[in-house]
């Protein structure tokens, strides 16, 4: 079967850096996307993976290992708004996405 | 921009109510999809469309129903409500299978009682 791995939640402190770690088994590979979830909204896009390696973006930064079936999340300097789920999602052989149940990340002051 | 609306936001049914939830995007895409999310759970997906008059199953079809007669429009069918059925409900739609960011509505809460 296909499967996603995520922590479940994670807390962190306000400034520090926090990496959330996903790790997959699915049926081939065709990518890999992180979404951010604040309660009681919709997700919206961080990034997307496709080759091994490190895409940043401002505060938020991903890293993929295709070989290892690995992903993480970086987050750096930690705001109270960073508080939200955090989602993996890979793109199967079948280009369909295969959604992780969301890390929660509490920032505290 | 509207982007993906979906309607209503909030809706309790009674056990063996149907109803729709609609979904319309102006992006113009063709993959739309139709997602449920419960308490402490991934996405799940229901349906998917790749295109006008072309839709498919998701991992979780049952009770459910769609049809995607243009572009714009993914309308979900809920038939005999069930307590199972109470989540929360997204539509979202992207413009291609694998690169394609989804594009989320802002969510649509069942409760069935």
């Known amino acids: 079967g296909q499967n996603i791995d995520q922590p479940t939640e994670m807390t962190a402190t306000e400034g520090a850096i926090v990496q959330i770690n996903c790790t997959y088994q699915t049926s081939g590979f065709n990518g890999l996307f992180w979404y951010q979830q604040h309660a009681g909204e919709a997700p919206t896009f961080l990034s997307y993976n496709v080759l091994d390696g490190l895409e940043e973006k401002g505060r938020f930064s991903s890293f993929l290992s295709r070989s290892k079936g690995y992903s993480y999340l970086l987050l750096k300097e930690l705001q109270m708004k960073d508080s939200a789920s955090y989602l993996c999602a890979v793109v199967d052989s079948n280009y369909q996405l295969i959604w992780g149940a969301g890390t929660k990340l509490i920032i505290k002051p | ?113």
């Open chain 2, 1 to 113: 921009n509207a982007g993906v609306t979906q309607t209503p936001k909030f809706r309790i049914l009674k056990i063996g109510q149907s109803m729709t939830l609609q979904c319309t995007q102006d992006m113009n895409h063709n993959y739309m999809y139709w997602y449920r999310q419960d308490p402490g759970m991934g996405l799940k997906l229901i349906y998917y469309s790749v295109g006008a008059g072309i839709t498919d199953k998701g991992e979780v079809p049952n009770g459910y129903n769609v049809s995607r007669s243009t572009t714009e429009d993914f309308p979900l069918r809920l038939e005999l409500a069930a307590p199972s059925q109470t989540s929360v409900y997204f539509c979202a739609s992207s413009g291609g299978a694998d690169t394609g960011e989804l594009f989320f509505g802002e969510g649509s809460r069942l409760t069935v009682l």
